[in-house]
């Protein structure tokens, strides 16, 4: 509520101008504040809903992270107690199975995303390309047929590939027939840095592998990702490449004709027009694709649940969260592990805005 | 990635967002205002005006409406609940609201956290301690009729710090189910029964042949579990855990021969979601289940013609078998302690537990009942007769994440990539630390 300070006057006011003025600001003071109150009123819904389920929420889960909450009691006060970073130090400090579960699920979930970014950031620019063709024809139809995946529940799309990827699914099946023996798929926990190692002769931790690192054996944090995280990391990319195709597809609508045909005059090929012109025109909307996709990967919950419940390797801090709190009744560790995976996104996302240098 | 991040950051936010309900919860603090984002339903003794002259003396309330939170197996369960309830209903002058639980965990506990729960509900043997510690679970074992009769063995499994908190519904136990086509194929006779371990591996490795595996049973603590007490082994003494007993090695052991002679696989292996299904399907010509399967059997594969036996007996003799249980908890803030605790006598009467064991196919945990579930079930005596010697599951808090990290290994034991002996270890060391 900012007043509009007077305008000088070089004339010292009467006493009646002095009051007159005093009387405008109040006025205006009034009025201003009147809008004040009515701005809130037209916010408050949006307000409100921030704060009953974002904000109070989150201050509220973290103060669980400081108490060993069961689930079964008032979280403030009733039985759980404060017990300072106690949680923190589980997942961190101490030789615990809390603590290798949660970092065998950083390694499963960083294998993750090292997999699933650039592919799907990949696949979605080279379909969205494609599409943006004016040759095409029946561009509409695959714009329609690449986001579907985007749209369908994916739930849905998790049981359809349970199906798919069981260990005689159509997958298997079909490698059948080329002669290959599929893999258990969902099943198979062997990762994949291993199996090729294994190709190469190595088939088991060399002397400096079996030092452990926050209860993981060197040898298994450079295991790659399991060959059923292999399955997700398909259906994801999958998924989540028609989103991006979309943005991309934004993007190319927005790079003027002229620079297009300015780049045609001067003789460019199609491929440099490609790399020299699309490609850096696209870059805000690259490092944006990225950001999003690297913070989506590390949050990846529901296909796990359906797909993952018993495999090791596939369980990831956002569903060790869940399966902490509501199947443990450990919520305070629960808590304490969503805060610590939140702050790992952070740290990531602020060391990627730098490394790409894009102002979004 | 918008929508799956949506979604996940909603998953962090779960812890949260439950957290704001209860808050509300518990500002408004009388029982009357229950809210009702909790699911749990009305608790209001509203009915008294419609009951007429207030229930004037007698042992129970009248005219007041409980609420019973159950998670069920389906229709069949539900119906049987429902008629019982209403039974004790009708007897009593009192209403009864059945609520079906898609997961009965999580729903009771956002419904004890935010302040109205249930007055009666399903407690399991995994989660009664959890509820105990929080003084959210009444203390009601020793309050209903003759709760003497019930088996000790399953009265124990929801005590703990000398308080028996609730008394168990009914249960299950484990038993070997052969499939009597496939067993006289192999030339299988009734002196060749799996009375022993020996006799065990002997069937086992002689009904595998071809697509046929002798014994698929689940990569689960909960059944090869039935082995270490059978080699003389236990889960816990004196409230000590000993799964590095030399006798909880030599079940494991005797388990990891059978995988690594292919006389025993587990259902993954075979392409099957439990034993029941590798089972059902003829790829398996035992398994090791409990009653549960006889539903899952008549329904699914009703051409399949099986047997149950009781699990065999260790090399020295020692019967074993696991236990598999639930009890009727209530509610330590149910404003209707004595209704309760009446309902619960009622659904734990001998009768009421009959006409459950009919419906859904669980056993009396009553051994009044023991007889007459023998005569009228006698494909099932070899579940009843476990009751006597079957060990519960671990109820310590926590212990689930122990008992899967567990798990996660024992597909290993067939290919020698996981060491028994490491495995319990482990599991010792893990299960310790829970305190």
């Known amino acids: 509520m900012t007043t509009s300070t007077a305008t ?9 101008d002095r009051q007159k003025r005093r009387r405008l600001i109040r006025e205006e003071r009034k009025l201003n504040g009147r809008q004040g109150i009515a701005g809130w009123l037209f916010v408050s819904p949006a307000l409100i809903g921030l704060l009953v389920f974002l904000v109070i929420p989150i201050i509220v889960a973290l103060y669980i992270s400081f108490t060993n909450w069961n689930g079964a009691s008032n979280p403030l006060g009733g039985s759980a107690k404060w017990i300072g970073l106690d949680n923190y130090k589980k997942l961190l400090t101490s030789d615990s199975l809390t603590r290798t579960n949660f970092f065998r699920s950083v390694r499963n979930n960083f294998y993750f995303v090292l997999f699933v970014v650039p592919a799907q950031t990949l696949l979605a620019l080279l379909l969205a390309v494609l599409v943006h063709q004016k040759a095409l024809k029946g561009r509409g139809f695959y714009r329609t047929a690449f986001y579907f995946p985007s749209v369908t529940s994916s739930i849905a799309i998790t049981l359809v590939f349970i199906f798919l990827f069981q260990g005689t699914g159509a997958v298997n099946k079909l490698l059948d027939l080329v002669g290959v023996k599929g893999p258990n798929w969902l099943q198979d926990q062997r990762g994949l840095f291993h199996q090729l190692l294994r190709v190469f002769g190595v088939d088991s931790s060399p002397g400096w592998g079996k030092h452990t690192l926050m209860g993981l054996h060197l040898w298994d944090w450079l295991s790659g990702p399991s060959t059923s995280m292999c399955v997700i990391i398909i259906l994801a990319v999958w998924t989540t490449s028609g989103t991006f195709m979309l943005m991309f597809l934004a993007a190319l609508q927005n790079i003027p004709e002229d620079v297009m045909e300015a780049s045609q005059i001067d003789g460019a090929t199609t491929r440099q027009r490609f790399w020299r012109v699309t490609v850096p025109m696209l870059r805000p909307t690259i490092a944006f694709v990225i950001m999003l996709g690297t913070i989506g990967t590390w949050q990846v919950f529901d296909q796990i649940l359906l797909a993952g419940k018993t495999n090791p390797t596939m369980s990831t801090p956002a569903y060790l969260t869940y399966q902490l709190s509501f199947q443990n009744s450990a919520f305070g560790t629960g808590a304490a592990m969503a805060f610590l995976l939140f702050m ?11 490394f790409l240098k894009e102002k979004i | 990635m918008n929508r799956t991040s949506r979604r ?23 029982t009357s205002a229950t809210s009702a984002n909790t699911g749990a339903s009305k608790t209001v003794a509203a009915n008294t005006a419609a009951g007429g002259t207030a229930a004037a003396g007698g042992p129970t ?14 229709d069949a369960e539900t119906n049987a609940v429902k008629a019982a309830t209403a039974a004790w209903g009708a007897k009593t002058g009192n209403t009864v609201n059945v609520i079906v639980a898609a997961d009965l965990n999580q729903q009771l506990t956002q419904a004890i956290a935010g302040g109205s729960p249930p007055d009666v509900f399903y407690g399991s043997s995994g989660g009664f301690q959890t509820l105990a510690s929080s003084n959210a679970l009444a203390v009601t074992g020793d309050k209903i009729t003759d709760s003497k009769d019930i088996y000790p063995s399953l009265a124990s499994v929801f005590t703990t710090g000398g308080k028996y908190y609730c008394a168990p519904k009914d249960f299950s136990t484990l038993a070997v189910e052969i499939n009597t086509d496939l067993w006289t194929k192999a030339g299988l006779t009734d002196a060749d029964l799996p009375t022993t371990w020996d006799k065990l591996e002997a069937a086992a490795k002689k009904l595998s042949a071809g697509t046929v595996t002798g014994l698929v049973m689940g990569d689960s603590l909960d059944r090869l579990g039935a082995f270490m007490i059978e080699a003389g082994g236990s889960y816990q003494k004196d409230g000590k855990f000993t799964f590095d007993s030399p006798a909880d090695l030599q079940g494991l052991q005797f388990a990891q021969k059978l995988a690594k002679e292919g006389a025993l696989k587990f259902p993954k292996q075979v392409g099957a979601g439990w034993g029941g299904e590798a089972f059902g399907k003829g790829i398996a010509a035992m398994t090791i289940e409990g009653n549960w399967i006889m539903g899952a059997m008549k329904k699914d594969y009703p051409g399949v013609k099986f047997k149950v036996v009781p699990m065999p007996a260790g090399p020295t003799g020692t019967k074993g078998t696991l236990n598999f249980t639930n009890c009727w908890g209530v509610a330590a803030k149910s404003a209707h302690q004595d209704a309760d605790v009446s309902l619960v006598s009622f659904l734990t009467s001998v009768d009421q537990q009959l006409s459950f064991a009919d419906a859904f196919g669980v056993m009396p945990s009553r051994q009044a009942a023991k007889a007459q579930f023998a005569t009228k079930f006698p494909e099932q005596a070899a579940f009843i007769d476990g009751a006597d010697y079957a060990v519960g599951q671990v109820t310590t808090p926590g212990f689930s994440q122990v008992q899967q990290n567990f798990e996660n290994a024992i597909q290993g034991l067939s290919d020698g990539s996981s060491d028994p002996k490491a495995m319990l270890a482990d599991l010792q060391k893990n299960a310790a630390a829970l305190g």
Do not use: H, N
């Open chain 1, 8 to 16: 000088t006057i070089d004339v010292p006011p009467t006493e009646s």
């Open chain 2, 61 to 74: 309330e009248k005219g007041v409406t409980l609420s019973v939170m159950i998670g069920s197996s389906g």
């Open chain 1, 344 to 354: 790992l996104i952070i740290v990531l996302t602020v060391i990627q805005r730098r």
């Open chain 2, 8 to 30: 996940a950051v909603t998953a962090l936010g779960l812890t949260g967002s439950l957290l704001a309900f209860s808050a509300c919860g518990s500002s408004s603090s009388s």
